[in-house]
């Protein structure tokens, strides 16, 4: 049994991953992106010129500035969150360690945006029993939810159980601490393993032992119960995509913007190279013969510049060899920088045909873009994932976590207001579909809760104060 064997797909894809990363994280200055150039025989020469000419190189990082920019506009507005009493803990400390549900989504976010693909593992409490109302009523005892970058997803097998395609197995890579002196921390690694058997779901942790070579388990098959003792039926891990939430590998969007910034800066490092060798005007003369020079010149240095006067026998001339204003290296990054900003306009376009001439309906221009697709892929991720924690807890009620797919180009008109206004007003739609839609137009803010509280306020305002009451009162306080 090889809990450390890595699927090939995963082989695949790991190397692109770095890739984009190192292209987001502007770690692209190295061997791996540009090479070595053409040895000249000299070792200490050579190594200098590939030195400086991986520090002339000038990256300009528009892949992380394209990250940047896609996760800002997933988080434009804050995700609605809706979930019973007994969760409101669990979403604000969604992972154990203080971090908020939103914070944790931001991130998840990010990894899909860049590599297309992550890993949610909703992990329990270890109980044998049954758990108090209390405990969980208090956060004593409650689910976690964990984050795994698409590195550490090493395998996985898929089955039908019951009509439905489920995971039946899942490795993940993790590190753990070793040693820890108070200054310095020793991480080794470790594979947790995840299995769906006929006793319900189980979890191992396998580490190597003192030899370093053999593997040996930490947790071996412990079945992972809910809060009624009873074990869970599916193993609680969500491998979310940018395409689709399936185990599959999903191609990452950012994959071409990346390979095209790498592209320009080996660009960039040649044309670094070519000013710097090149880029000082070089004097040439023609016609000058050593007789020439030793009457007319005096047997002197011949010398350029303003302050000279060059002394050329009839029929001689003389120039400056200069790098052209527009080199085909010049060329190519231009052309680059064009199809960076294009390639990073379509992953918020819409892949989908306008149906109007006056493509009024916006609402149709984000149903199929990259970015909204990643959004809603990473919102039902959570949502499956609260109510994995739900279950965990005993509770019902409804759940619901959704990223805003409404970016700036798609705000209502205020001829849109107008319509929706007068339809919710005539009752055509309920308080909440009216709220749901304002929310998402970016007009409002608040949630439905904080919004009829203050519609309550104002509505007791309007009715204004009890003037035959008051003027009792003032009656009173004046004898």
């Given amino acids: 049994m090889n809990q450390m064997y890595e699927r090939p797909d995963f082989v695949q894809y790991r190397a692109i991953w770095k890739m984009i990363r190192d292209a987001i994280e502007a770690n692209v200055k190295t061997k791996t992106y540009l090479l070595d150039m053409v040895p000249s025989g000299d070792s200490e020469y050579d190594e200098r010129r590939n030195r400086d000419y991986r520090e002339r190189a000038i990256y300009y990082n528009f892949t992380g500035r394209t990250h940047a920019g896609l996760i800002g506009q997933m988080f434009y507005r804050d995700p609605q969150v809706d979930a019973p009493e007994l969760l409101k803990s669990v979403i604000a400390d969604i992972d154990g360690s203080g971090i908020a549900i939103e914070q944790q989504a931001k991130e998840t976010a990010g990894v899909c945006a860049a590599c297309g693909r992550y890993g949610l593992l909703v992990d329990y409490p270890r109980i044998e029993a049954s758990v108090s109302r209390a405990d969980i009523a208090t ?179 003389a120039g400056l060899i200069t790098m052209p204003d527009s080199s085909a290296l010049a060329t190519a990054m231009e052309s680059k920088e064009k199809r960076a900003a294009s390639l990073g306009a379509k992953l918020i376009e819409s892949q989908s045909t306008q149906r109007t001439a006056t493509e009024a309906n916006r609402s149709s221009m984000v149903e199929d873009s990259v970015l909204s697709t990643i959004a809603k892929n990473v919102s039902q991720a959570y949502m499956q994932a609260l109510k994995w924690c739900q279950a965990f807890l005993g509770e019902t009620g409804a759940v619901n976590f959704e990223l805003s797919t409404d970016y700036d180009f798609n705000k209502m008109t205020p001829q849109e207001r107008q319509i929706l206004v007068a339809e919710w007003q005539a009752g055509g739609i309920t308080d909440e579909e009216y709220r749901w839609n304002i929310r998402r137009s970016g007009v409002g803010y608040l949630d439905d809760k904080k919004w009829q509280r203050w519609k309550d306020e104002r509505d007791n305002q309007e009715d204004g104060p009890d003037l035959d009451r008051g003027g009792e009162n003032q009656a009173g306080q004046d004898e």
């Fill in 139 to 317: 956060g004593r005892v409650k689910p976690t939810v964990l984050l795994y970058q698409p590195e550490q997803i090493i395998n996985w097998r898929t089955q039908r159980v019951g009509g439905k395609q489920r995971l039946t197995l899942v490795v993940l890579y993790e590190q753990y601490e070793s040693e820890d002196d108070g200054f310095e921390q020793v991480m080794k690694d470790q594979w947790r393993v995840l299995r769906l058997t006929e006793a319900g779901y189980t979890m191992a942790v396998w580490r190597f032992g003192e030899d370093e070579k053999t593997l040996s388990a930490i947790e071996d098959g412990v079945v992972i119960r809910d809060s009624t003792g009873a074990p869970w039926r599916e193993i609680p891990f969500i491998i979310g995509g940018s395409t689709n939430n399936d185990p599959g590998i999903d191609n990452p969007p950012l994959r071409p913007l990346a390979e095209l910034n790498i592209g320009h800066l080996r660009n960039s490092a040649d044309h670094e190279e070519a000013l710097h060798m090149l880029g000082q005007p070089t004097p040439w003369a023609s016609g000058i013969t050593v007789e020439h020079k030793k009457q007319v010149m005096d047997d002197k240095p011949v010398l350029f510049g303003s302050r000279t006067f060059l002394m050329l026998p009839e029929g001689g001339q």
